[in-house]
């Protein structure tokens, strides 16, 4: 059986008179993709992220630190951490918001999920946070 990981959030979108916009360079822009859907697929693990957050795209692009800055391990380390609490908060709709929360996450520890897979969550993971203001688990980078 094809073991698939969806992660599908999908969260609402800012009306722009809401929020204040920020400036953002051109050439930059131009970078990232116009969809801002994130999807890695890896068929010989058959596994698969998806990730469809208005802005990630970008702050993947421009924020998130470089690929194998950290260590495999590391990444496994802190994504445990944060999914664990993520589901927490799934399971708990009355106290955190299931607009933020709005579906479990499946990862699970003892599977090797490779490097990809491993940086894409914990990149999601930090943009959440920041994003929505939100503190899943111990120190969270502002980048």
Same mark, same amino acid.
């Given at each position: 059986? /094809?073991n698939i +990981?969806y992660?599908?959030? *999908? =969260?609402?979108? +800012?009306v @722009?008179?809401?929020?204040?916009? /920020?400036?953002v360079?051109? @050439? @930059? /822009?131009?970078? *990232?993709a116009?969809?801002?859907? *994130?999807?890695?697929?890896n068929d010989? =693990?058959e596994?698969? $992220?998806?990730?469809?957050d ?5 702050w993947? @692009? ?5 690929? #194998? &800055?950290?260590?495999?391990s590391? =990444?496994? #380390?802190?994504?445990?951490l944060? $999914? ?5 908060? *799934?399971?708990?709709p009355q106290?955190?918001?299931?607009n ?6 499946? &990862?699970?520890?003892n599977?090797? &999920?490779?490097?990809? $897979?491993?940086?894409?969550?914990? #990149? ?10 939100q ?5 969270v980078?502002?980048?």
């Amino acid at each position: 059986m /094809k073991n698939i +990981i969806y992660i599908l959030i *999908v =969260l609402f979108i +800012i009306v @722009a008179c809401s929020t204040s916009q /920020k400036n953002v360079d051109t @050439a @930059a /822009k131009q970078n *990232v993709a116009l969809n801002d859907t *994130v999807r890695i697929k890896n068929d010989s =693990l058959e596994y698969e $992220v998806i990730i469809i957050d208005n802005g990630f795209s970008y702050w993947l @692009a421009s924020r998130a630190f470089p690929r #194998n &800055y950290h260590s495999l391990s590391f =990444l496994e #380390n802190k994504n445990y951490l944060y $999914v664990t609490e993520w589901n927490n908060r *799934v399971l708990q709709p009355q106290r955190f918001s299931p607009n933020l929360y709005e579906m479990r996450i499946d &990862y699970q520890p003892n599977i090797h &999920y490779g490097y990809e $897979v491993n940086y894409l969550i914990y #990149n999601y993971m930090i943009y959440f946070q920041n994003t929505y203001k939100q503190k899943l688990w111990g120190y969270v980078p502002s980048r």
